[in-house]
T-cell receptor
Framework: DADVTQTPRNRITKTGKRIMLECSQT?????MYWYRQDPGLGLRLIYY???????NKGEISDGYSVSRQAQAKFSLSLESAIPNQTALYFC?????????????FGEGSRLTVL | AQSVAQPEDQVNVAEGNPLTVKCTYS??????LFWYVQYPNRGLQFLLK??????LVKGSYGFEAEFNKSQTSFHLKKPSALVSDSALYFC?????????????FGGGTRLMVKP
């Protein structure tokens, strides 16, 4: 089983719909992240959480919200999806040592907004 | 602000030949540098990192990278490419003194290894 699991893996939705992407991890890491990947732009940070009570905006948080339900779960919501939110979304984790540590990624959730 | 540049969208190399994927960075302090690889329909996987010490860092799958402070570069290298190395490669930088210690990724370089 994957250490970082994302659901759904693929989703097609319509403009204006609410969408939730879920992430769960079995690595026991405190830090969790949501990134979006667009061709040629690399990965850009949407939100991050250093523990259950700590949520922080990343560089592109507008139009998104998150919830850290438990140490192992971090969900990303699009309250009213728009076409330019069509992208590949990744959840990642890192341990508390964090600064020098690498990220561990899920396999991605591909979202298409029509 | 920290930034990463990967100047080549795609690198083509023949199997058995050496490969280089370029990365340059900009940070205000001493950088922590990372390389990740993404295979089709998969998440990113960590390859190697430079934190401190020896400028030549060895990582997974025979890859290595050289930290060059004067040129602000961290190029990824492999002496002999394999077809299975074909993937998307991302360089990333973190300034350990920056608030939040966030990782900034480059735009990615697609490596194509031809038989």
């Amino acid at each position: 089983d994957a250490d970082v699991t994302q659901t759904p893996r693929n989703r097609i939705t319509k403009t204006g719909k609410r969408i939730m992407l879920e992430c769960s991890q079995t690595k026991g890491h405190d830090r969790m992240y949501w990134y979006r990947q667009d061709p040629g732009l690399g990965l850009r940070l949407i939100y991050y959480s250093f523990d259950v009570k700590d949520i922080n905006k990343g560089e592109i948080s507008d139009g998104y919200s998150v919830s850290r339900q438990a140490q192992a779960k971090f969900s990303l919501s699009l309250e009213s999806a728009i076409p330019n939110q069509t992208a590949l979304y990744f959840c990642a984790t890192s341990d508390l040592g964090g600064v020098a540590g690498e990220l561990f990624f899920g396999e991605g959730s591909r979202l298409t907004v029509l | 602000a920290q930034s990463v540049a990967q100047p080549e969208d795609q690198v083509n190399v023949a199997e058995g030949n050496p490969l280089t994927v370029k990365c340059t960075y900009s940070v205000s302090g001493n950088p922590y540098l990372f390389w990740y690889v993404q295979y089709p329909n998969r998440g990113l996987q960590f390859l190697l990192k430079y934190i401190t010490g020896d400028n030549l860092v060895k990582g997974s799958y025979g890859f290595e990278a050289e930290f060059n402070k004067s040129q602000t570069s961290f190029h990824l290298k492999k002496p002999s490419a394999l077809v299975s190395d074909s993937a998307l490669y991302f360089c990333a930088v973190r300034d350990p003194l920056s608030a939040g210690n966030m990782l900034t990724f480059g735009g990615g370089t697609r490596l194509m290894v031809k038989p």
